[in-house]
């Protein structure tokens, strides 16, 4: 599975941001779709998930009431919406696909086979 990133950019503190990711592959629908952010100095930490069976969300305590995930599996793509964004949601942001999840770790980055490129967000105060 081939991964490509959109959206990201500098938005003031308060401010919305959608990020935008494309998947290859016919199979879309079987993946677990998740976004990952890093920062500088930091390890990787997952951030949202579409689980592939129930295609239910789940979120990081850090970001749940302000981001949204969704999927499209006709279109093979997946968005996350960033709202009322902190400057603490400064990261590199990655889409990931996980054919194989595990419940109980998929919110673990090691679960993931495919990254996209990552996706800049900047947020100032």
């Known amino acids: 599975v081939q991964l490509q990133a959109s959206g990201g950019g500098l938005v003031q503190a308060g401010g919305s941001l959608s990020l935008g990711c494309a998947a290859s592959?016919?199979?879309?629908?079987?993946?677990?779709m998740a976004w990952f952010r890093q920062a500088p100095g930091k390890e990787r930490e997952f951030v949202a998930a579409?689980?592939?069976?129930?295609?239910?969300?789940y979120y990081s305590d850090s970001v749940k009431g302000r981001f949204t995930i969704t999927r499209d599996n006709a279109k093979n793509t997946v968005t996350l919406q960033m709202n009322s964004l902190k400057p603490e949601d400064t990261a590199d942001y990655f889409c990931?696909?996980?054919?194989?999840?595990?419940?109980?770790?998929?919110?673990?980055?090691?679960?993931?086979?495919?990254w996209g490129q990552g996706t800049q967000v900047t947020v100032s105060s």
């Open positions: 579409k689980w592939r069976s129930t295609d239910r969300s």
């Open positions: 592959g016919r199979t879309f629908s079987a993946y677990t």
């Open positions: 990931a696909v996980c054919q194989r999840c595990i419940f109980s770790t998929f919110h673990d980055f090691r679960q993931y086979d495919s």
